[in-house]
């Protein structure tokens, strides 16, 4: 049972053409978070939604935004994708306190190609 | 800010084999989480195990095992008894306790189990 779920899974667009992807979670948790994962590197936090307060990184550039409506979905828009922008998007959500607080639960990601 | 080290890029055991994976730290917070994190090849994410700083003892999760040492800032991670589906991508990763922040994560140590 998918419990993070991202669409698409890959995703192709062109040089400059807007581009939105999808996560939603059947887990009711309250903070959702994108991570940027380029080839062979480490997860990169973009930024994320601790309810419906935005937080973003000091280094997430501009081009980068994201929407929570709900509890259960969060968008990442890429507003004018680059070449640079080209990598794997993990969408992620946590419970912040309880028993199984701040460990995150990962989607299977959306793999973003910029021709 | 919060530095996550791993100094194995890759690892290469033969199935049933004992193996650790390093990971060291540093923070100037009391309050934190530590995990490793598993990402076979094309697939999610997915929890290994978690410990939480204020507990001494190491957490174990059937095959898997921690060695935290909290003064030396180090949380290796041993696998006894390797199989096949362990082959992945593995990485430690740091939280702040009692919020909503994001992962912070080493480099990855890619490990390979031998038939």
Known sequence: DAMVIQNPRYQVTQFGKPVTLSCSQTLNHNVMYWYQQKSSQAPKLLFHYYDKDFN???????????RRPNTSFCFLDIRSPGLGDAAMYLCATSR??????????????TRLSVL | AQTVTQSQPEMSVQEAETVTLSCTYDTSENNYYLFWYKQP???????????EAYKQ?????NRFSVNFQKAAKSFSLKISDSQLGDTAMYFC???????????TFGKGTHLIIQP
Request: hydrophobic share 35%; aromatic share 10%.
């Open chain 1, 96 to 109: 912040v306190q309880g028993r199984y607080g701040n460990i995150q639960y990962f989607g299977a990601g």
């Open chain 1, 56 to 66: 973003n990184e000091a280094d997430t550039p501009d081009n980068f935004q994201s």
């Open chain 2, 57 to 61: 003892q190491n957490a174990t999760e």
């Open chain 2, 93 to 103: 990763a740091f939280v702040k306790g009692g919020g909503a922040d994001g992962l």
């Open chain 2, 41 to 51: 090849p094309s697939r999610q994410m997915i929890l290994v195990i978690r410990q």
